[in-house]
């Protein structure tokens, strides 16, 4: 499956900013999908997961501020990020096939990333 990530950008502390990540494949709605960032110097991190019933996971950094969800129709994965902080800017990756096990969801060598859109907050 191909991904395609867009919506990122440049906000004020405190804005809102909605990803999009558009994905190709009949294969798509039965993906546990994800949204990931990595700010720079540190290592790449969950952000939301959300399985393809809907069931979401978020990071404690996250939770009550983003919401992750998918419309299996459009092939297309979303981040609604609210209340944003400097501390959220980062690249962020949306990724196919996550793979949970037992404490964290990740993504192997059989899964799939899109290409990273950066979101830039300034204070």
């Known amino acids: 499956v191909q ?7 440049l906000v004020q502390a405190g804005g809102s900013l909605k990803l999009s990540c ?5 294969a798509f709605r039965r993906y546990r999908m994800g949204w990931f960032r990595q700010a720079p110097g ?9 399985t393809s019933g809907g069931i979401t996971n978020y990071a ?6 983003f919401t992750v969800s998918r419309d299996n129709a459009k092939n297309t994965l979303y981040l609604q990020m609210n209340s944003l902080t400097p501390e959220d800017t980062a690249i962020y990756y949306c990724a196919a ?11 192997d060598g059989s899964g799939y990333w899109g290409r990273g ?4 907050v300034s204070s």
Do not use: N
């Open 60 to 65: 404690d950094s996250v939770k009550g501020r």
């Open 97 to 107: 096939d996550l793979l949970w096990d037992g404490s964290r969801w990740y993504v």
């Open 42 to 50: 540190k290592e790449r991190e969950l952000v939301a997961a959300i």
């Open 22 to 26: 558009a994905g190709s494949g009949r």
């Open 117 to 120: 859109t950066q979101v830039t």
């Open 3 to 9: 991904l395609q990530a867009s919506g990122g950008g």
